[in-house]
């Protein structure tokens, strides 16, 4: 099966600090990954989809300088967290899909991320 | 616009059936999946359909009518273990997932 994670799963930190958040399929090579985030009894909402090798394509309503996304390998993605304040906190879920047309889509973990 | 509606929540007795329908609008379609999410936790898959019919998978069966945008979760033997959410997210024409809110499943004794 394909796996993904996610690091950290859990992270506190204070407001104002800026926080990284890795995704990395392990045993697959992800062209497109996905960025969600969930606040409690929530459904999932996407901030924003990666390619690898271009920039990422935010959602409506989703600040790119403050969510910074890179995605500099078919394997890793990165998300950070600018100038965090605690209405950030939030579970942070990642997911990569192997090619562009592909309907297999899979998730990492999630971050628990808290600011303090 | 697209849009998927699913119930927001359900209540079912542990050994028993319960059926959790959704309701898909999409700019095309690549098909329709359903996930399980406990508390906490990240989405974990349980189904793909994209032809018409049902696909069984153990205790756990999919419906999908692509021409009434329908679809149907089917959850057999009920166990306290399946308290979780369920969502629905239909694939659109541009390969990308429509998410549903989530169905909160509680199973009682």
């Known amino acids: 099966g394909a796996v993904v994670s996610q690091h950290p799963s859990r992270v506190i930190c204070k407001s104002g600090t800026s926080v990284k958040i890795e995704c990395r399929s392990l045993d697959f090579q992800a062209t497109t990954m996905f960025w969600y985030r969930q606040f409690p009894k929530q459904s999932l909402m996407l901030m924003a989809t990666s390619n690898e090798g271009s920039k990422a394509t935010y959602e409506q309503g989703v600040e790119k300088d403050k969510f910074l996304i890179n995605h500099a390998s078919l394997t890793l993605s990165t998300l950070t967290v600018t100038s965090a304040h605690p209405e950030d906190s939030s579970f942070y879920i990642c997911?990569?899909?192997?090619?562009?047309?592909?309907?297999?889509?899979?998730f990492g973990p999630g971050t628990r991320l808290t600011v303090t | 616009g697209q849009n998927i509606d699913q119930p927001t929540e359900m209540t079912a007795t542990e050994g028993a059936i319960v059926q959790i329908n959704c309701t898909y609008q999409t700019s095309g379609f690549n098909g329709l999946f359903w996930y399980q999410q406990h508390a906490g936790e990240a989405p974990t898959f349980l189904s793909y359909n994209v032809l018409d019919g049902l696909e069984e998978k153990g205790r756990f069966s999919s419906f999908l009518s692509r021409s009434k945008g329908y679809s149907y979760l089917l959850l057999k033997e009920l166990q306290m273990k399946d308290s979780a959410s369920y969502l629905c997210?239909?694939?659109?024409?541009?390969?990308?997932?429509?998410w549903g809110a989530g169905t909160k499943l509680i199973i009682k004794p």
């Open positions: 997210a239909a694939m659109d024409s541009n390969y990308q997932l429509i």
């Open positions: 997911s990569a899909r192997r090619g562009q047309e592909s309907s297999e889509q899979y």
